[in-house]
Nanobody
């Protein structure tokens, strides 16, 4: 059974940090492009960052460049999102997504709330 399980969300003050993790099972993790999306209430799901299977090439949304870092550990079948200098507008449900060809797998999401 193919599964993605996110963890690491929570409540953090503005300026703080969180690290999200997404553990994959049931797929050849190293061959998939891994993505983090987020969705705030009343908005469309937004692509935050992705990391390709080859060479670890990464891309970021302009809104998170310089603050967020995506990485992957193929030995652990896990992708991470390190989030620093968090702002209230980063509040959202964060979703992990695995993509290869026509296959797309989603996690259940983890809530991140940035508030004082």
């Amino acid at each position: 059974q193919v599964q993605l399980v996110e963890s690491g969300g929570g409540l953090v003050q503005p300026g703080g940090s969180l690290r999200l993790s997404c553990a994959a099972s049931g797929l050849t993790f190293s061959t998939y492009t891994m993505r983090w999306y987020r969705q705030a209430p009343g908005t469309d799901r937004e692509l935050v960052a992705d990391i390709f299977s080859s060479y670890g090439i990464t891309n970021y949304a302009d809104s998170v460049k310089g603050r967020f870092t995506i990485s992957r550990d193929n030995a652990k079948n896990t992708v991470y999102l390190q989030m620093n200098s968090l702002k209230s507008e980063d509040t959202a449900v964060y979703y992990c997504n695995a993509v290869k060809g026509g296959t797309s797998v989603w996690g259940q999401g983890t809530q991140v709330t940035v508030s004082s």
